[in-house]
């Protein structure tokens, strides 16, 4: 039993040593580094989204930003530097367009 509850111990000291916090955050609240990057390097992009990260002692920032039917994620250090970038693609529908049925009725036997 005591073999059990130290192993138990130990898994929980390691998830908590690996926990991450995830805070939203406003536009307005993030760093003028953060933004004045974003203005400069991803003109005309609008910020929909911005969450607060730490992780192991390590503050990140994570800004979604769409332009066009491009959606980007951009990280940032917790001085405001630029990290990386990924990129989600995102479908449109035209207004005029509409999407076709699909029917697939059962056939009787």
Not at 1 to 6: L, S
Request: aromatic residues 6%; proline residues 2%; hydrophobic residues 35%.
């Amino acid at each position: 039993m005591k073999k059990i509850m130290f192993i138990l111990i130990m898994v929980i000291a390691i998830l908590s040593a690996n926990a991450q916090t995830r805070t939203k955050i406003k536009a307005s609240d993030l760093q003028s580094a953060i933004t004045n990057t974003i203005a400069k390097d991803y003109a005309g992009s609008k910020i929909t989204n911005a969450t607060k990260i730490e992780k192991n002692g390590v503050t990140s920032y994570e800004v979604v930003v769409v332009k066009g039917n491009e959606k980007s994620n951009l990280v940032f250090g917790k001085d405001g530097k630029f990290l990386r970038k990924e990129v989600f693609k995102s479908e449109t529908v035209k207004k005029n367009e509409t999407k076709p049925k699909v029917s697939n009725p059962e056939k009787k036997k």
